[in-house]
Nanobody, 120 residues
Framework: QVQLVESGGGLVQPGGSLRLSCAAS????????MAWYRQAPGKERELVAV???????NYADSAKGRFTIFRDNAKKTVYLQMDSLKPEDTAVYYC??????????????WGQGTQVTVSS
């Protein structure tokens, strides 16, 4: 069984910073990509940032220049560094880790979500 535990959310003022973390444990051995999604009230869940097994990153336009995704493969952990936060960043943030399985295929695991609130 696989568990993804998220941490780092909270209340922050506009312009502030937060670092989210998502640590995987259990029966996961060949992690492919890692990603962060967010979902605000009344909106669909959207991809914020993704990092491939090779370290290639992609960001939503709203996150470019402010957010950084990085991973620690030894710790099976993905992070999202969020700087210059804006009220519109307020959402529940979810991590997703994709595991490569055999026979060839993938299996996705999701974190429980962590609330990020940006408000003065």
């Amino acid at each position: 069984q696989v568990q993804l535990v998220e941490s780092g959310g909270g209340l922050v003022q506009p312009g502030g910073s937060l670092r989210l973390s998502c640590a995987a444990s259990g029966n996961i051995f060949n992690i492919n990509s890692m990603a962060w999604y967010r979902q605000a009230p009344g909106k669909e869940r959207e991809l914020v940032a993704v990092i491939s097994s090779g370290g290639t990153t992609n960001y939503a336009d709203s996150a470019k220049g402010r957010f950084t995704i990085f991973r620690d493969n030894a710790k099976k952990t993905v992070y999202l560094q969020m700087d210059s936060l804006k009220p519109e960043d307020t959402a529940v943030y979810y991590c997703k880790i994709r595991d490569q399985i055999w026979p060839p295929g993938t299996r996705d695991y999701w974190g429980q979500g962590t609330q990020v609130t940006v408000s003065s």
